[in-house]
């Protein structure tokens, strides 16, 4: 018997195509995969965006896009995440265009394979500035604005650091942080009427992460009680849901948008060989060991 299978969402289909008519989002890490999807269905159900990245060429053909599939405002911005001076100037800018932030999604982040005895300091250090001190510098320079409009943050985060995935050290101990972060964010700053949430996706098919990160031939379907891989649509229905007035009373909450993956999940890589000898799937993985 063949299992069940989830038909992918339209946002539509649930949500009303205004809800967001007026409002302002800030979005790090919206050039590309899952959060540019965030972006444009937020868009497309009438919010006005910035798009924050390193990538300047990028973000301007993604803004270019997102305006042509929605109909509204979208500002490329660049600036990099670990650097607040280049932050707090990109949300200048998205100010004195659009007059406020109402909406703050933490989705720049960087990644790839490597076990704890080949990575450098380095290597550590530079997911953990991109992935979590970024979050926090994103949090510091949009702070006072989100204060003002009674707004909401969310955080894209991941369910690797449930458990010890092997090879996801230095971006398991930054998503712990950006998790322990929001949950601080939203008691320190639910009396102000800020929220802060948490999206933990899965694996999410046609993503750069996914591509990158999976070992080359590995199908995750069979580990997804929901039959299916992720859809970038996943993600952004859980998100338009978590921005509107009907997640009011939720903050300080971490959702799993996975299909049920990170309660069975299989390791990818192969154990206990992956540990005990590298070099015996160095062919299973993208980039370098
Ligand atoms: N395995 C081991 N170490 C790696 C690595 C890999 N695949 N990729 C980068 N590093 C190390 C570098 O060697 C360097 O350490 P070193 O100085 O000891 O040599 C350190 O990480 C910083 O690398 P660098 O490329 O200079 O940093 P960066 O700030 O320009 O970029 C990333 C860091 C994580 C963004 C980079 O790996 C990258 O471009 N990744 C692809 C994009 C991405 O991650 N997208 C998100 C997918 S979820």
């Known amino acids: 018997m063949s299992s069940y299978k989830s038909a992918v969402p339209n946002s539509k289909d649930t949500f009303r195509h205004d809800l967001f008519k007026g409002k302002v989002l800030f979005c790090t890490g919206g050039r590309s995969g899952i959060c540019y999807k965030i972006v444009e269905t937020m868009m497309s159900h009438g919010v006005d965006a910035a798009i924050v990245g390193r990538d300047g060429k990028g973000l301007a053909e993604s803004a270019q896009a997102l305006v042509k599939t929605t109909g509204q405002k979208c500002l490329p911005t660049s600036a990099d995440v670990r650097d607040p001076g280049q932050l707090e100037k990109a949300v200048k800018e998205t100010v004195d265009k659009f007059g406020k932030i109402d909406f703050v999604i933490c989705g720049a982040a960087g990644n790839f394979l490597a076990p704890i005895s080949s990575l450098s300091s380095n290597a550590f250090k530079a997911v953990i500035d991109i992935d979590l001190l970024g979050t926090y510098n994103t949090i510091k320079a949009t702070l006072p604005y989100i204060r003002q409009s009674h707004g909401s943050y969310l955080h894209i985060s991941a ?65 997804i009680p929901l039959g299916r891989m992720g859809d970038t649509s996943d993600i952004a229905n859980a998100a338009v849901f978590l921005f509107s007035p009907a997640a009011s009373w939720i903050t300080g909450t971490v959702l799993p948008v996975d299909g049920g993956e990170n309660h069975i999940r299989q390791l990818s890589l192969p154990y206990p060989q992956s540990m005990l000898d590298p070099e015996s799937v160095k062919g299973l993985i993208k980039g370098k060991l």
């Open 159 to 223: 369910t690797l650091h449930y458990r010890g995935v092997p090879y996801q050290a230095h971006v398991s101990a930054a998503k712990s942080g950006v998790d322990a972060l929001s949950n601080v964010l939203a008691v320190e700053e639910g009396p102000r009427g800020v929220r802060s949430n948490v999206i933990a996706p899965g694996p999410i098919g046609n993503t750069e992460g996914m591509s990158r990160l999976s070992p080359m031939g590995w199908d995750a379907t069979n580990d």
